[in-house]
């Protein structure tokens, strides 16, 4: 009588396989998790930017001077005066080669023409001193003016008191798209926000 042989393994084809498998689909796990570890990042970082313009927006809107840091000399103390130096703007610098942010208020020096910040006028923040927030190294900044000539350098931009608008003087259909991309992967992450001639500021966008 013919005896009937019953498997108990697997061949070492089924092997091979299963293991391709295993590798294979681990692969997609660990790219799909990199990939998304990134996006967060590009994210997070385009929100926390956003929101160093938006700051320093509503300060100059709410017209805020750190009244101890615009004293003419010999008025000294931290109470407002008549003769302080008049708040001109709350100014947003972005570094894109360095990576770094900064946000500070710009008072005047007396008799120069207010909402014109210059080079003689004095920086301040409200506590402390002015410190360049670092930026993820990992990412690339761009900043590019939209709507039309005349061009100008924005990646400073100072925010006008009390009136608001933007200076250097964007015009109304003027922007300025502030981008932060991951071009480690592929495609690339991408995020950006715009600021308007007007000093508004839009949302972090997927262009």
């Not at 092997?15 to 990199?34: A, E, K, R």
């Not at 690339?140 to 009136?163: E, I, K, M, Q």
Request: hydrophobic content about 40%.
């Amino acid at each position: 009588m013919r005896q009937l042989h019953t498997r108990t393994g697997f061949t070492l084809i089924e092997v091979l396989v299963s293991v391709v498998l295993v590798v294979m689909f681990s692969s997609f796990g660990i790219i799909s998790f990199q990939r998304t570890s990134k996006t967060r990042v590009v994210e997070n970082t385009a929100a926390k930017l956003r929101q160093t313009y938006v700051t320093a927006r509503a300060n100059a809107l709410a017209g805020k001077k750190n009244c101890g840091a615009c004293k003419v000399p010999p008025a000294t103390g931290n109470n407002c005066l008549a003769s302080d130096l008049p708040l001109q703007a709350w100014q947003v610098s972005l570094d894109t080669a360095a990576k770094t942010s900064t946000l500070n208020g710009v008072c005047g020096q007396t008799g120069q023409p207010d909402n014109n910040p210059g080079p003689a006028s004095t920086r301040f923040v409200m506590d402390g001193a002015i410190i360049a927030d670092t930026l993820p190294t990992t990412l690339t900044y761009t900043l590019t003016l939209g709507g039309g000539p005349p061009a100008t350098n924005v990646s400073t931009l100072y925010f006008r008191p009390l009136s608001g608008g933007v200076f250097p003087n964007l015009r109304a259909a003027q922007t300025v798209t502030i981008q932060i991309s991951d071009t480690t992967i592929s495609p690339v992450v991408r995020r950006s926000f715009i600021v308007k001639g007007d000093g508004s500021i839009g949302p972090v966008t997927n262009p």
